[in-house]
């Protein structure tokens, strides 16, 4: 395997993993803001536009597996990336300080979600949590990656 190749893979999984961000970021911000303004016009777009996040997925699916970006996941070039000791060591680590940031962070969330009620504060204190771990982990893990293609 060549060094482009690495390259070109390395790239694709990134942009992918930014892609992903993204789409955890709208939804979850959705979801949040659902919670705090039920009646505002960000809470509701699923309700008035349901086609928009399925027609989304499939835009985005089309668009990163297509053409040169195309990654296929039995090849041995991908393998041989995505099994590479670096890159694990990068993963555990973004695990392990994602998961001490979700634990700090929910005694400010505790304090946030107060003034609702039980079952809107609940559902908060979910989509909250399950926010702060997925941007957290995803955003270290590109940023640990990215040390190891600098060195």
């Not at 993993?17 to 979850?28: R, T």
């Not at 694990?88 to 300080?97: E, G, H, I, S």
């Not at 003034?115 to 940023?143: C, Y």
């Amino acid at each position: 395997m060549t060094a482009n190749q690495t390259d070109l893979i390395l790239r694709l999984t990134r942009r992918n993993l930014f892609i992903v961000l993204i789409g955890v970021l709208l939804i979850c911000g959705t979801l949040l803001s659902n919670v705090f303004r039920p009646d505002a016009a960000f809470s509701r777009w699923p309700s008035t536009m349901p086609w928009l996040l399925p027609l989304a997925t499939i835009i985005i699916f089309v668009a990163t597996s297509m053409g040169r970006g195309r990654l296929n996941p039995k090849s041995a070039e991908l393998q041989l990336v995505l099994g590479d000791e670096w890159r694990q060591v990068n993963l555990t680590r973004a695990m392990r300080v994602a998961f001490f940031v979700v634990l700090i962070a929910q005694v400010p969330q505790a304090f946030l979600f107060l003034q609702l009620p039980v079952l809107r504060a609940v559902m908060g204190m979910a989509v909250a949590t399950i926010t702060v771990a997925m941007t957290t982990f995803i955003t270290l893990f590109l940023i640990f990656d990215r040390e190891q293609s600098h060195e």
